[in-house]
């Protein structure tokens, strides 16, 4: 029964496997002479060499195919492991998914009716107007997020790079987190370095990494936070650093938090909203970039720093356009 060789671990131990069994083997001979030594006919060394040759490759045999199958079925349990856990986080995400869908749709369908039955005056229909604007362009954003993680597990990003400035990216990434942030009243302080660097990247892709990263930090910072946002120089590289004062992370999920349909709350009831893929679309394009993106937290409740990773001249060739 396959199910009833023992799974290993590295803290466990280690009183069977391949190396007793091989010992056995070899000590089986010996012990059968010794033992047994009347039986043996001690004129005839070779007839007795060749019965335990054949016993030792019999043996043989028995070991590597019981180790390999010991081998395999570790493997098989591993991999069932896995496919239940992406089963487990797939689901969780089809529900999130549709809990993040359901809220602006509810909006959309009980305003559209009521601007259709009657006359309503200009500042009610403009204050509704503006609520399906809102919860439209919500929409929008997860559909958006939604087109690059299939583009990104199909390797279909394309890139345009161009030299750019990363103070410049970063502003047009706090202008497009800052209603958020203005919404929670929170702050952001952003001391751009007195020379300008330079990167060779896509304005947009690299402007859509920096926001992802500030608007997880304000989802996940209570309100009236404040977020920290540096960019600097090291050794040849261009480092982009992002603050918050947030829910930190764990340091069980800190492994995984850049892994897709990852968050720390699961709960449908979770204020910070959001499907957990904005950190996965981020990495994934640094890494576009050539180059890399890091998470540092000191554990729940004290905060976490995202740090993007650029080199100075990554060159066209290696950030060449992606169809």
Not at 185 to 197: E, G, T
Request: charged share 25%.
């Amino acid at each position: 029964d396959l199910h009833s060789f023992p799974t290993r671990r590295s803290s466990d131990l280690h009183i069977g496997g391949r190396g007793p069994a091989w010992l056995i083997v070899l000590a089986s001979p010996v012990l059968c002479t010794a033992l047994f030594q009347d039986d043996f006919s001690w004129n005839d060394p070779l007839g007795w060499l060749a019965h335990v040759a054949f016993f030792v490759l019999v043996c043989a045999a028995l070991v590597e195919l019981l180790h390999h199958l010991q081998v395999t079925h570790r493997k098989l349990l591993d991999s069932e492991s896995r496919l239940l856990e992406a089963d487990r986080r797939k689901n969780e995400f089809l529900a999130m998914l549709a809990h993040e869908l359901r809220n602006p749709l509810a909006s959309i369908l009980n305003i559209a009716p009521i601007l259709g039955r009657r006359a309503y005056e200009p500042s009610t229909v403009r204050q509704m107007s503006g609520v399906l604007l809102r919860q439209a362009s919500h929409l929008a954003r997860l559909v958006d997020d939604l087109l690059d993680v299939a583009r990104i597990t199909r390797g279909k990003i394309e890139l345009r790079p161009q030299s750019l400035v990363v103070q410049e990216v970063i502003e047009h990434a706090l202008e497009g987190a800052r209603p958020l942030i203005a919404a929670r009243q929170q702050s952001v302080a952003f001391d751009p370095p007195a020379q300008p660097l330079k990167v060779d990247a896509d304005p947009v892709r690299l402007t859509q990494v920096v926001g992802n990263l500030l608007s997880n930090a304000a989802k996940f910072s209570p309100d009236g936070a404040r977020i920290q946002v540096t960019a600097a120089q090291v050794e040849g590289t261009v480092q982009i650093r992002v603050r918050d004062e947030g829910a930190g992370i764990d340091a069980q999920v800190l492994p995984h938090v850049f892994d897709l349909f990852v968050q720390g709350d699961q709960s449908l009831d979770r204020s910070q909203g959001g499907l957990g893929i904005g950190l996965t679309i981020a990495k994934r394009l640094v890494e576009l970039h050539d180059g890399r993106i890091e998470a540092r937290s000191d554990g729940p409740g004290r905060g976490s720093e995202f740090t993007i990773v650029l080199y100075m001249e990554i060159g066209r060739a290696s950030c060449r356009e992606r169809v």
